[in-house]
């Protein structure tokens, strides 16, 4: 009965006027960003996040929410109409999509996606609705040796299921644990890697390293490609799928939004890591698996049901354990903090309107979704024809003002503009961005969590193994490292992120 009377609250909450516009506006924007390649939901939460900063909370949240989820929503619709995947996510949809497309069948396709996002999103909120809160209150338990630990095997999952060169990535998270350690000690208030630069005392502002290594080294990225876009469909009809595409669709939505919704909860998996597993398991239960990457509409129900149930499980360890399972969750840690908001398991106690009303706002945000992204279809394929260097100038107008209203500092703007060199050098490198980040954001809270808990033990460090919560996260992060670690499996490893 609590959990009718959460959800009761969290409906009075999500159903106010102004929190259902801002809803309305993050699927709106969401949708847009996920139809134009390029602007990925990443970039965008990273260029938003100076706006939240005059919000209210939920508002905020809920509006930065429904951006991430309706991105899954969109990026589906380049992916079949251009063969381009508008978010990285849908880049399976693109195999078999397209060809759909190609057969006269985008209609079909773009409704699965869509039936498909729906009703994965519909059954993932209730998971978080269902599974937040009982592990909230074990969070609640936890100590400074166990958030520490928690906060290690965070890093570490973050670090095996990035994609790319282990190395790289270790390398990438140590770069991220050292940034956010530059400023004042708040221990000894000590100054410490700030090399004589009095504007990063205070420590290197998240809004602009997160604004920098992903929308500016996006655009960067971007103004490379040359390739006009081939818009194929340029009219799309018979939206509704037939009687036998439903027979074959329901068993891989099934599929993919219970594998979605256990991807998402895991550290660095999210929307991404679910798409490409429901591809894969689709194509070797299905009876069609014959059809895959030449036009079978499974192909495009189950990493479309996966990517969205990912999405929304991926707020479960956000919500509860204040962890950030994936690079936007680390955004959305980012928002909290600018609001004021300690990002953990104290939110659901201190602050059940913003809980209840966001998980509620993901329901209406699904519906909304589904409600406006089939008859706008017209809409987006427009706007698959602007030309990029036709953006590219006013989104980085607005990334400055952003950065620059959050402090009235020059010295910010240009900070952003070395992270986006920064983030172009990486992407080049072939190291992903997203480690960084998460590393940038726990390095002080790991920190403080590491200091307290060795104050309390008075210098022991066994402290960490002594505990049975954190001496299991920590054993389970040296047995990840210590698999990984084996050649076989690393290559195994890199293949399938290959593939």
């Not at 959460?6 to 709106?28: D, H, K, R």
């Not at 030309?387 to 590219?392: A, D, E, K, N």
Request: charged content about 10%.
């Amino acid at each position: 009965m609590e959990i009718i009377a959460n959800l009761a609250l969290g409906f009075g909450v999500a159903l106010s006027p102004f929190n259902l516009l801002m809803c309305l506006i993050g699927v709106v924007l969401g949708t847009l960003i996920g139809v134009l390649p390029g602007v990925g939901p990443v970039a965008t939460i990273a260029m938003l996040l100076p706006i939240t900063f005059n919000l209210d909370p939920v508002a905020a949240l809920i509006m930065l929410a429904g951006i991430y989820y309706g991105a899954q929503y969109g990026g589906s619709t380049t992916a079949i109409l251009v063969n381009l995947p508008g978010e990285s996510s849908s880049v399976v949809t693109c195999l078999d999509g397209y060809q759909m497309a190609r057969q006269g069948r985008a209609g079909p396709a773009l409704a699965t996606a869509a039936l498909g996002s729906f009703f994965a999103g519909c059954v993932a909120t209730l998971v978080v609705a269902m599974f937040a809160p009982p592990l909230a209150e074990v969070a609640l338990k936890f100590g400074p040796s166990e958030y520490f630990s928690l906060m290690v095997l965070g890093l570490v999952a973050a670090v095996v299921l990035a994609h790319g060169s282990l190395i790289k990535a270790i390398c990438m998270v140590l770069l991220g644990l050292m940034l956010g350690l530059v400023g004042t000690d708040v221990n000894s208030g000590v100054l410490r890697f700030a090399f004589g630069v009095p504007e990063i005392a205070d420590g290197i502002g998240f809004v602009t390293v997160a604004m920098g290594m992903f929308g500016l080294a996006e655009i960067i990225g971007n103004l490379e490609q040359k390739g006009a876009r081939e818009v194929f469909t340029s009219k799309v009809t018979h939206l509704w799928p037939t009687r036998e595409d439903f027979k074959r669709i329901w068993k891989p939505i099934l599929r993919g939004t219970f594998l979605g919704s256990a991807l998402g909860i895991l550290p660095g998996g999210g929307a991404l890591l679910s798409s490409f597993g429901a591809y894969t398991l689709e194509k070797k239960v299905s009876k069609y698996s014959h059809e895959f990457g030449k036009g079978a509409i499974e192909g495009v129900a189950a990493p479309e049901s996966a990517n969205n149930a990912g999405a929304q499980t991926s707020f479960i360890p956000l919500l509860t354990l204040g962890i950030p399972s994936n690079a936007v969750m680390a955004l959305m840690i980012g928002a909290m903090m600018i609001q004021g908001i300690a990002p953990g398991p104290q939110v659901m106690t201190e602050r059940p309107q913003l809980f209840w009303g966001m998980i509620v706002s993901m329901w209406i945000g699904n519906l909304m979704l589904v409600v406006l992204n089939l008859p706008l279809i017209g809409i987006w394929i427009k706007l698959l024809t602007v030309p990029y260097r036709w953006l590219y100038p006013s989104i980085l107008v607005f990334m400055c003002i952003g950065v620059y209203s959050l402090s009235n500092n020059p010295f910010d703007t240009l900070l952003m503009a070395m992270f986006g060199l920064l983030g172009y050098v990486c992407v080049k490198l072939e190291c992903e961005p997203a480690p960084m980040i998460l590393g940038f954001i726990l390095g002080p809270l790991m920190e403080e969590n590491l200091r307290r808990a060795m104050l309390l033990s008075r210098g022991d460090a066994l402290v960490f193994f002594q505990k049975p919560i954190s001496a299991s996260f920590l054993v389970v992060s040296i047995i990840l490292l210590a698999i990984i670690a084996f050649p076989n499996i690393r290559k195994t490893r890199e293949e399938a992120f290959q593939e």
